[in-house]
């Protein structure tokens, strides 16, 4: 079984960046498409980013597009998602998935398109 592990979260101030990891377990990570989601406190979980295990079609949501960017060391068994100009309504814990198809059927923004998932890491923007 795949295990995803998210790390890099904490708390910022508005305005600033941090970086998130996904590091994946085996060494078959090289073949997943992956993608970012997040869920606030009391709300449903929401994409956030995507990318195909050969680092194209890359995808964003509109609330992170301009400010976000994803990417992935396939060496490393690791992707990344960097942030920045952080708002608070950024705060949420996001999730990394992967998808072991490589790609997607029906788009990278539904959940169901996932086959494995990480733990979720914290991330705190305050004003």
């Known amino acids: 079984q795949v295990q995803l592990v998210e790390s890099g979260g904490g708390l910022v101030q508005a305005g600033g960046s941090l970086r998130l990891s996904c590091t994946a377990s085996?060494?078959?990570?090289?073949?997943?498409?992956m993608g970012w989601f997040r869920q606030a406190p009391g709300k449903e979980r929401e994409f956030v980013a995507a990318?195909?295990?050969?680092?194209?079609?890359?995808v964003y949501a509109d609330s992170v597009k301009g400010r976000f960017t994803t990417s992935r060391d396939n060496a490393k068994n690791t992707g990344y998602l960097q942030m920045n100009s952080l708002k608070p309504e950024d705060t949420a814990v996001y999730y990394c998935?992967?998808?072991?198809?490589?790609?997607?059927?029906?788009?990278?923004?539904?959940?169901?398109?996932?086959?494995?998932w990480g733990q979720g890491t914290q991330v705190t923007v305050s004003s």
């Open positions: 990318i195909r295990w050969n680092g194209g079609n890359i």
């Open positions: 998935a992967a998808d072991a198809s490589g790609s997607w059927y029906r788009g990278p923004k539904y959940e169901n398109e996932y086959d494995y």
């Open positions: 085996g060494r078959t990570f090289s073949s997943y498409a």
